[in-house]
């Protein structure tokens, strides 16, 4: 682009007319009032009609001290037209909620159809790359700008990425909630009942960076009931949830290698690449991890190296279905697939559906529920009419429905209202010293 375009673009020529800037580019002046954000007028006469009038954001807690409250996000239109979206980041609700009115100068006035233009603007425009809480309140938006775009054009939002891949629906799991191994073969039985074929679970206590052969071994042999009490025909995920160093996830990986697990998730922290790297190249089990990263940008060097088999970015912190589509994109190049991770709320689960849905090279979808349904399922299929989140024959169904597929109203969101945020949970060795959990 030329430089007096970009100029004319910004609508604040700072070295233009005696105006000056400092060493780090920030006008000396302030810029005028416009009738939209800036860069908006470039647009004029090649994109819709549709402007945003309103960006709303709703902190929801289904329990007082629930440390992950739902965010949501609402943009409403000049035509109506409301797209709603999910920011949830555990932990940090209030944060997220600040991010989202802090965006609202950079959409209210702006067509909601260009998302990538917001996309691009909001991250790029903040300057400091994305961590969860700028990730999240982008997530937010996005999917709410996707809601918008596809009820104006009447598709499903995995219509317009060119979706479905499989027709039958989107396949998914369940997190294993069994009270003993004696539950294993109840829970085998209704999974079958219910097509399931595929659970996660997790491994025991917590581990310090060089571990007792006892903890070890409690580990492997926890790991080998679950495959003993599903049998062989069920999948099996297990998270270590970083809760092990590369030293004994290098162990354990070697150690569960006969039970053909589906998949091994976060055997160190996901910003630990090089150490990653060193626990898969010993590792014949499929190595999961990615649903702490932030952005596209965030899991180039996962990808690139080869560390992981499977991504698992979180559409509520990731960037939104923007962002999701773009790992998956550059996933798919390299033989990669993907799993993505969704632990929050129902609009951010049901958007990365979507996104599942067009995706050639997805794999399986997490929901954080058991094959019962929950308190939360409750909550959510009294806000939204269905049982959203509920699998099907094994799969999530597909809606035909245009956007996202569901309705909301503010008012079904004032029964919950926001109890602040809440720190997550805090885990501690028996020295005193901090565990990963």
């Known amino acids: 682009m030329l430089r007096r375009g970009f100029l004319g673009l910004a609508g604040a020529a700072p070295a233009l007319g005696g105006r000056f800037v400092d060493s780090c580019g920030c006008a000396l002046q302030p810029r005028a009032a416009a009738a939209g954000p800036l860069g908006a007028a470039a647009f ?15 902190g929801v807690s289904l329990t007082p001290d629930s440390d992950r409250p739902y965010v949501f996000v609402k943009i409403e239109t000049n035509q109506g037209l409301i797209g709603w979206g999910e920011g949830t980041l555990e932990g940090k609700a209030a944060a997220v909620m600040a991010c989202v009115e802090d965006f609202k100068e950079f959409l209210i006035g702006a067509d909601p159809m260009q998302v990538e233009h917001h996309w691009q603007s909001m991250y790029v425009h903040s300057f400091y790359r994305s961590g969860p809480v700028m990730g999240s309140a982008i997530s937010g938006i996005d999917q709410a700008l996707w809601d918008i775009r596809g009820k104006a054009l009447n598709l499903p939002v995995y219509k317009l990425l060119g979706g479905p891949v499989d027709t039958r629906g989107v396949r998914g799991y369940y997190h294993l909630r069994a009270r003993s191994k004696e539950d294993l073969p109840r ?41 003993e009490g599903l049998g062989p025909d069920i999948d099996i995920g297990i998270d270590f949830h970083a809760k092990t160093s590369p030293s004994v996830a290098s162990i354990l990986v070697k150690e569960v290698e006969p039970l053909n697990l589906l998949f091994i998730e976060e055997p160190c922290p996901p910003e630990n690449v090089k150490a990653m790297q060193r626990i898969a190249k010993r590792s014949t089990t499929p190595i999961a991890t990615g649903e702490r990263l932030v952005a596209h940008y965030g899991c180039r060097e996962v990808i690139e190296l080869g560390v992981a088999d499977i991504i698992q970015t ?29 632990c929050e709320g129902p609009i951010g689960g049901l958007a990365t559906v979507h996104v599942d849905a067009a995706m050639p090279n997805f794999l399986v979808q997490e929901i954080c529920s058991g094959v019962e349904v929950g308190p939360n399922e409750k909550v959510w299929a009294e806000w939204l009419g269905f049982p959203a989140m509920r699998m099907v024959n094994g799969r999530f169904p597909l809606s035909d429905k245009p956007g996202l597929g569901f309705e ?6 004032k029964k919950y209202p926001f109890g602040g945020t809440k720190p997550m949970a805090r885990v501690f060795h028996e020295d005193g010293s901090v565990a990963e959990w």
């Not at 097509?195 to 042999?221: D, L, R």
């Not at 909301?408 to 969101?413: N, Y």
Request: charge should be positive; hydrophobic fraction near 45%.
């Open 187 to 227: 829970l085998r039985e209704e999974a079958r009942k219910q097509g399931i074929t595929c659970f996660k679970s997790g491994i025991p206590g917590y581990y310090e960076w060089i571990e007792t052969n006892k903890k070890i071994s409690a580990a492997v042999q926890a790991m080998a009931d679950l495959r």
């Open 314 to 342: 979180d559409i509520n912190h990731v960037g939104g279905i923007t962002a999701l589509w773009k790992v998956g994109a550059m996933a798919e190049i390299s033989g990669i697939s993907m799993a993505p991770h969704a």
């Open 408 to 413: 909301l109203t503010e008012e079904a969101l």
């Open 44 to 58: 004029e006469k090649v994109g819709s009609k549709l402007r945003i009038t309103n960006v709303k954001v709703f």
